[in-house]
């Protein structure tokens, strides 16, 4: 039977027993936040890539620590910054943002998982950043966003001077749209990157053909060899919203992916149409995955709630359709995918 959960309303026609869970959760977390032992300690480390550039990440984790209001980009978020981490074994999921992002793209839902006792760890993708698109449009992007992921977990299981404090056999990964991609591949799938030139053959107009367009990628040219994929088998569960160029999943694409997948879609989305993106990974994937419709909504949803400054910076991903609150979204959104972890990596 399909996990699918159509949210006519992200708060109203959701099962009782998940509601139940959910109230519960942001109980939970609420008193965390207010006692000496929800703190959440707050890092940024620079992981060594002999292929590249070092590969700045942000870690989010429990501590015990004092925590002080600090900036975050355009946000601001309350953390205490190198405090010592709290907990053993903590288990850790990794956080790949989408183009254009950064470390810090998520980290309302990276504080959500650290209340929770979960370490979290966000690279900012070489060549895919805010401050970096020079691998935007190309293979390259595809191909070398799964290594970073893994570089950064080895980093973080075999360097990181805290890492006595993880459980290797409780990792999970959160990606959002070419995160999300990013994210099934370090599951096990495997891309057909020809079918990029398929599918604008057929959908010229496709967002994902505009894309590679405008930035004179070769994700179009003709393919003449085919990449070595990197996976990691470490990753036990994973939460996908609005994955992007999934129409490289062809069929038995996602034929190795067996693990739990909450997979998330804005129903209005224009970025990655449902119809050639999440549709495929849906019937692609042999497990079911639990599936969550936010119909009201466009790509950008699952960004954090924009401040005011950013709202005039970046109106394309913070304005939402009319009446929808994306605050609230948020608090539903991020329980959920603390509880999709906790029921898959914790208990």
Not at 67 to 93: C, E, I, K, Y
Request: aromatic share 8%; hydrophobic share 40%; charged share 20%.
């Amino acid at each position: 039977m399909s996990a699918l959960r159509q949210y006519e309303h992200w708060s109203c026609h959701i099962p009782v027993r998940l509601m139940r869970l959910l109230s519960l959760l942001v109980s939970v977390l609420a008193s965390l936040a207010t006692s000496a032992l929800g703190t959440v300690g707050f890092q940024q480390l620079s992981v060594p890539d002999a292929a590249s550039n070092p590969i700045s990440v942000f870690l989010w984790y429990p501590s015990n620590d004092p925590a002080t209001s600090q900036q975050l980009g355009g946000f601001m978020q309350t953390v205490s910054v190198d405090g010592h981490v709290l907990g053993r074994p903590l288990p850790l999921v990794l956080i790949s943002h989408g183009t254009g992002g950064g470390s810090g793209s998520h980290y309302d839902t990276a504080l959500a998982l650290a209340q929770a006792g979960f370490v979290v760890a966000a690279p900012t993708h070489t060549g895919d950043n805010y401050q970096d698109q020079s691998y935007a449009g190309n293979r390259i992007n595809l191909t070398d966003r799964p290594r970073q992921a893994k570089l950064v977990l080895d980093y973080m299981l075999t360097i990181w001077p805290a890492r006595d404090h993880l459980d290797r056999s409780r990792i999970g990964m959160f990606g959002f749209s070419l995160g999300g991609f990013t994210t099934l591949v370090e599951s096990g799938g495997r891309p057909d990157l020809s079918r990029m030139l398929e599918l604008c053959s057929k959908r010229s107009g496709a967002p994902e053909c505009t894309f590679v367009k405008q930035h004179r990628g070769d994700q179009l040219d003709r393919v003449t060899r085919v990449p070595t994929w990197v996976h990691d088998e470490r990753v036990k569960a994973a939460v996908v919203a609005a994955p992007a160029v999934s129409y490289l999943f062809g069929p038995g694409s996602l034929e190795a992916v067996n693990i739990p997948i909450q997979l998330w879609r804005a129903g209005q989305d224009e970025q990655v149409p449902d119809e050639w993106n999440t549709a495929i990974v849906r019937r692609e994937l042999r497990r079911p995955p639990e599936e969550h419709i936010v119909p009201s909504a466009g790509h950008f949803v699952f960004l954090p709630p924009c401040t005011d400054s950013l709202v005039k910076q970046a109106p394309q991903i913070c304005t939402d359709s009319a009446g929808f609150d994306r605050v609230a979204f948020h608090r539903t959104f991020n329980a959920a995918v603390v509880e999709f972890f906790t029921r898959n990596l914790i208990r």
